[in-house]
């Protein structure tokens, strides 16, 4: 495979992110992520894949619906979970899940996405937090195929897995007790 996108837009702020997008979400996103790391075990992964210890392959569905879950009440009326693939430069990388905030056919929606180092093309950063406009003028396209509200979602088959995922993640954060209440009311802060 080709070189790996470049760092800008995965992980890092930019220059008109948003308050409640602000570097200390992204360190909240990054400490999720390696707690979501911690818990993904067989009954997490997609049916499709193999279990890896700690990785992310398999893992995108029951990231997102978590995450989505996650996310405060305004923040959540306002996002959807995404099935679809993503395009990179000339290639697409093929059935993957997500989280998009915002209007789905707005350049300005955000797109957060906690495996996209499943795929080497993106191996550079464990999350993506960005607008999908930037996204696109860096040749990272995310295309969803089927786009699910926090309430659809519990119908969706990953909601089993999910279940099993957050009862994992609150045993994490009964260990981790101060990360929850902060990334909360940093989200919520305008």
């Given at each position: 495979?080709?070189?790996?996108?470049?760092?800008?837009?995965?992980?890092?702020?930019?220059?008109?992110?948003?308050?409640?997008?602000?570097?200390?979400?992204?360190r909240?996103?990054?400490?999720?992520?390696?707690?979501?790391?911690?818990?993904?075990?067989?009954?997490?992964?997609?049916?499709?894949?193999?279990?890896?210890?700690?990785?992310?392959v398999?893992?995108?569905?029951?990231?997102?619906?978590?995450l989505?879950h996650?996310?405060?009440?305004?923040?959540?009326?306002?996002?959807?979970?995404?099935?679809?693939d993503?395009?990179?430069?000339?290639?697409?990388?093929?059935?993957?899940?997500?989280?998009?905030?915002?209007?789905?056919?707005?350049?300005r929606?955000?797109v957060?996405?906690?495996t996209?180092d499943?795929?080497?093309?993106?191996?550079?950063?464990?999350?993506?937090?960005?607008?999908h406009?930037?996204?696109?003028?860096?040749?990272?396209?995310?295309?969803?195929?089927?786009?699910l509200?926090?309430?659809?979602?519990?119908?969706?088959?990953?909601?089993?897995?999910?279940?099993?995922?957050?009862?994992?993640?609150?045993?994490?954060?009964?260990?981790?007790?101060?990360?929850?209440?902060?990334a909360?009311?940093?989200?919520?802060?305008?």
């Open positions: 495979m080709g070189a790996t996108v470049t760092q800008s837009a995965l992980a890092f702020s930019g220059s008109e992110v948003e308050s409640w997008f602000s570097a200390r979400l992204r909240r996103l990054y400490a999720y992520r390696l707690a979501l790391a911690e818990e993904w075990s067989e009954s997490t992964v997609h049916p499709a894949f193999t279990f890896r210890p700690n990785g992310p398999g893992q995108c569905g029951v990231s997102s619906a978590w989505l996650e996310l405060p009440w305004l923040l959540r009326v306002r996002s959807r979970y995404c099935v679809g993503i395009r990179v430069c000339d290639q697409t990388l093929q059935f993957h899940c997500w989280i998009e905030l915002g209007n789905p056919t707005s350049a929606r955000w957060i996405d906690l996209c499943q795929y080497e093309l993106l191996s550079d950063r464990p999350f993506v937090c960005d607008r406009g930037r996204l696109v003028d860096l040749a990272i396209e995310y295309r969803a195929l089927l786009r509200s926090a309430q659809e979602l519990r119908h969706d088959p990953v909601w089993r897995r999910t279940e099993v995922l957050a009862a994992g993640m609150s045993r994490w954060f009964d260990h981790h007790a101060s990360i929850r209440g902060a909360t009311s940093w989200l919520c802060r305008r």
